[in-house]
């Protein structure tokens, strides 16, 4: 927990530097809601499905009645979060994405929760935990997580005599002989609109591309870690072996059913996606280990938490409710569920042994899918953070990858790029930045 410490250091500092809201922060609320009357909280979350388990919260609860209020996912989130604390009617409870959550702190967006959560944090798994967390103190209840696995086309695998690889090593070789077998099919895909995926390959092979030096930010995005990671993807897409796309888009999945691409490395919950948007192919896909490296780490691709905005005077009661969302039976039933839900996968440690992580999936083979999941999270290594510019280091590689797709720019120099942009960014804000 080392690591977590010092991160909460610079993000102290950082916000000392930018904090641009003031007043926002609200006393203790313990004794909000204690006159008899009901709690009536505000809460803006992108979940799907997330509507059903507050319904089953506010029929148990009458005294702490949830207000939901859908929003989607993506900049517009951090705009109605920033507008609204600094309007100071923002909602008490928002869904938090884990790249913008030093940023929030930062600005002072966020209530501390740790005196209302001490005894919460051994309910989740502890690098879910620490993404949300800065020092002593604690800005979100973690709700999901995406641990990657590779997803497979059995039925091709076993016509090329192929098993799922264990080591990128491994990987890359598969990649030529799939793609010499059949020219048109290849077995490696770089997702040219998912930064957040180049950035959890970086982690697993143990970048960390914001840390903390004193009072400063250290970036070192360009680490020899993610060089190498840039490199290897760089050269399967010199090779030929490996396609470049947009991730998220019709295309991507086209290429999933007419057997052009029989492989992708993803987190969890891109088992939904795949069996919802592929359902002819059902039984030919099966989920392994993702590929590691010498360490044998695995990776963790997004997530999210339930966050109390400043000024919220019921921060017992918000506490309160987002732990029973995101460790609740009740609740995953629904938020896991791949009709009702968003095929979510929990953070929750208890969670993650709850019958609907261990059902059979047909799509899948009859797999038990959570029980591959869990795998792959127990696995994960390291306490990676975003740090306050995570904005701008995504953005840049998201440009870069496209213009990789292009021939117009290595992976390499995409690394370089987003190490440059993100100095850039935090010096704009007058943060302290180091550089190896």
């Not at 996912?73 to 109605?80: A, I, L, P, R």
């Not at 264990?166 to 077998?181: D, F, G």
């Not at 760089?234 to 057997?259: M, V």
């Amino acid at each position: 927990m080392m690591k977590q410490r010092r991160i909460g250091a610079a993000v102290a500092a950082v916000a000392a530097l930018t904090l641009a809201v003031a007043g926002c922060s609200s006393e203790t609320g313990g004794d909000a809601g204690n006159d008899g009357e009901p709690v009536e909280l505000e809460f803006m979350a992108w979940a799907p499905g997330i509507e059903k388990p507050i319904e089953v919260w506010n029929e148990q609860n009458p005294n702490i009645q949830i207000k939901f209020t859908r929003m989607p996912n993506g900049e517009e989130t951090s705009v109605k979060i920033s507008s609204s604390v600094a309007a100071g009617n923002a909602p008490c409870l928002a869904q938090l994405a884990n790249t913008l959550t030093a940023g929030y702190v930062a600005n002072g967006y966020l209530e501390d929760l740790s005196e209302y959560a001490a005894d919460v944090e051994s309910q989740f798994l502890p690098w879910a935990w620490a993404e949300y967390s800065f020092g002593d103190a604690a800005y979100g209840i973690p709700q999901d997580t995406g641990p990657m696995m590779l997803y497979y086309r059995t039925d091709v695998y076993d016509e090329l005599g192929l098993t799922a690889p264990t080591s990128w090593e491994e990987y890359a070789e598969q990649a030529a002989t799939i793609n010499a077998a059949n020219p048109e099919m290849y077995g490696a895909f770089v997702g040219t609109n998912d930064p957040g995926g180049f950035a959890s390959f970086s982690a697993q092979n143990g970048a960390e591309w914001t840390s903390v030096d004193g009072e400063s930010w250290r970036v070192a995005v360009d680490s020899p870690q993610t060089i190498e990671v840039a490199e290897y993807w760089q050269g399967l897409l010199d090779d030929g072996i490996a396609l470049a796309g947009p991730r998220y888009d019709p295309s991507f999945f086209k290429l999933l059913s007419d057997s052009t691409l029989v492989n992708y490395v993803g987190a969890a919950w891109n088992a939904g996606l795949i069996s919802s948007n592929v359902p002819d192919q059902a039984g030919n896909w099966a989920v392994a280990q993702m590929p590691t490296w010498a360490d044998g780490a695995t990776a963790n691709n997004g997530g999210s938490a339930v966050g109390v905005l400043a000024g919220c005077e019921h921060i017992p009661e918000a506490v309160e409710f987002a732990t029973w969302l995101n460790t609740s039976e009740e609740s995953w039933n629904f938020m896991a569920d791949p009709e009702e839900g968003g095929s979510l996968y929990p953070a929750a440690i208890e969670a993650l042994d709850y019958e609907i992580f261990d059902q059979p999936n047909e799509y899948f083979g009859g797999q038990v899918l959570g029980d591959a999941f869990a795998e792959s999270a127990s696995n994960v290594e390291g306490y990676w953070a975003w740090g306050p510019s995570a904005n701008e280091t995504l953005t840049a590689f998201r440009d870069g990858l496209a213009d990789v797709s292009q021939g117009r720019m290595t992976l390499p120099e995409v690394v370089e790029e987003a190490q440059a942009d993100t100095v850039d960014a935090m010096e704009e804000r007058g943060l302290s930045v180091v550089t190896d």
